[in-house]
């Protein structure tokens, strides 16, 4: 009787949630929390920890107490909850309770972890990111790079770390099995991750100072393939390194350094540069580095030391020569980009400042520059997070499309079956079988989980699939054409007997 009170109640709860208004999106996803924050001084003015909470579209800043200086590096990994699992300055990794995770000291160890480890975060800008390990559910692959102090560039990234943290161990609060794994030794900059094609797998691209080559990993479920790399383009070797991006779209790469601006477009299926162009910055440019496009991957804006500069990708020779954003109060400086869930995007001091830099339409002539756009309210040292896009996830019709991961919960620009057609699905709760209209020859039909994990596909021949199978929940139906067009119900619960 307990057991069945408990069963209705849930179901309940998840039927209110399935009627709420974008319901798609409410799992959360990792980048919907940034960390930040100089720990040393709790109780004084503008020191201590907080982070950015990104939800139903807006932005707020949350105070606690993470027991972590951060400088430069910074990465967090939430549950779909949006509860913190684990995060890292660089120097070690912390689970929830802001305490060193199991052999989780020590992370990139040398003489810059010596330096700067005991009394900040480690300074390696972009240096960061974690990745969910796909098919794994419990493990998650920790990604950073190394930087070593020179006297030219000040810092000379290098070597290229993987480590992997299992969440089923110490009791759910984490373990790290294995750390400071080399993939790659060298003279590098900041890395970037992009989904591959098939909306599961992870591409990961690092340059090589000085020249034109580009190293390649590709993160799947059988863990880090070979390592290859790609000559194109012209080589870069200015002074000041700066960083690289994808387009939200996946389509285009930029790789940015003080002098010059290089972009390409990238197929996500091959893992392959194409169409590569250079764009000099102006000659009095200086520092800055950060590097980000539209939406739709067809401008480029270019962030110097006091202005963001804009090109248009759609010209046949494409030049940095509009400004759409300067700085003119003192103490303010322009470092690097990165996109938050919201859509806009966010840009870091080159100093120590309570406060982010906002560009809010991109997609725009008009970018909407912000000069300290959003304040903080803690002091922060160029702490941003490196984060691929995460509600990107296959490439419908593609040679690649083979795992059906074309989650409904995220957004794409693939056209319906129909624009006045609705999928429907009854009944609705179900005990098992589930049945759909409208009915159109030559279709698949494809579920999904929370995750967006492809659970069950099929033919469309009967226009019914078997959900008793499948644990009690909350589950995605897609109905797929031919031609990559596609159709989706908002949900179908499963409430089994």
């Known amino acids: 009787m307990i057991q069945t009170l408990q069963k209705r109640t849930a179901l309940r709860q998840v039927l209110a949630l399935l009627f709420l208004p974008g319901f798609l999106f409410a799992q959360v996803l990792p980048d919907q929390t940034w960390l930040h924050g100089i720990n040393d001084f709790i109780g004084q003015p503008g020191y201590g920890n907080s982070y950015l909470k990104f939800e139903n579209g807006q932005v707020s800043t949350v105070q606690t107490n993470l027991n972590m200086n951060f400088e430069s590096t910074m990465a967090v990994m939430p549950d779909t909850m949006g509860n913190i699992l684990f995060y890292t300055n660089g120097c070690h990794i912390a689970n929830a309770l802001g305490d060193t995770m199991q052999n989780g000291a020590g992370i990139n160890p040398g003489e810059m972890h010596d330096w700067t480890c005991p009394t900040s975060g480690y300074a390696a800008p972009m240096g960061a990111m974690i990745l969910p390990f796909p098919d794994h559910p419990s493990q998650y692959y920790l990604f950073h790079m190394g930087v070593k102090y020179g006297l030219e560039r000040k810092l000379n990234y290098g070597p290229f770390y993987y480590t992997v943290i299992d969440m089923s161990l110490d009791g759910g609060k984490g373990e790290v099995i294995s750390k400071n794994n080399v993939v790659a030794d060298g003279n590098f900059e900041p890395f970037v991750a992009v989904r591959h094609g098939n909306g599961r797998d992870w591409w990961l691209i690092f340059p090589e100072y000085g020249t034109n080559k580009y190293h390649k990993l590709l993160f799947s479920a059988s863990g880090l393939q070979e390592e290859s790399v790609q000559l194109i383009g012209q080589s870069l070797s200015c002074r000041y390194i700066g960083s690289s991006a994808f387009s939200p779209n996946g389509i285009r790469f930029a790789r940015q350094q003080h002098c010059g601006v290089v972009a390409m477009d990238f197929d996500r299926c091959s893992g392959q540069f194409s169409n590569d162009r250079f764009m000099p910055l102006p000659p009095n440019a200086f520092g800055g580095g950060g590097v980000a496009f539209s939406k739709d991957g067809n401008k480029l804006l270019v962030s110097t030391q006091l202005s963001v500069q804009m090109a248009d990708l759609t010209q046949s020779t494409p030049y940095l020569d509009t400004i759409v954003g300067s700085i003119d109060i003192i103490g303010s400086s322009l470092h690097l980009m990165q996109y938050g869930p919201d ?154 007997k």
């Open 343 to 496: 859509g806009k995007i966010y840009l870091s001091n080159l100093g120590r400042g309570k406060f982010y830099h906002v560009i809010n339409t991109p997609d725009e002539q008009n970018i909407g520059f912000q000069q300290r756009g959003f304040d903080l309210s803690n002091f922060v040292v160029r702490t941003l997070p490196n984060y691929p896009n995460y509600r990107l996830y296959d490439v419908p019709g593609s040679v690649c499309d083979t795992l059906g991961i074309n989650a409904p919960m995220v957004s794409t620009t693939t056209p319906n079956l129909s624009n006045e057609e609705t999928l429907r699905v009854f009944p609705n709760p179900t005990t098992g079988l589930v049945y759909w209209s409208p009915i159109h020859e030559e279709t698949r039909i494809c579920v999904h989980d929370l995750m967006g994990k492809i659970i069950l596909e099929q033919e469309d021949k009967n226009s019914v699939v078997d959900l008793g199978k499948f644990p009690d929940g909350l589950y995605f139906v897609t109905l797929f054409g031919t031609d990559g067009h596609w159709l989706t119900t908002k949900a179908v619960m499963l409430a089994k």
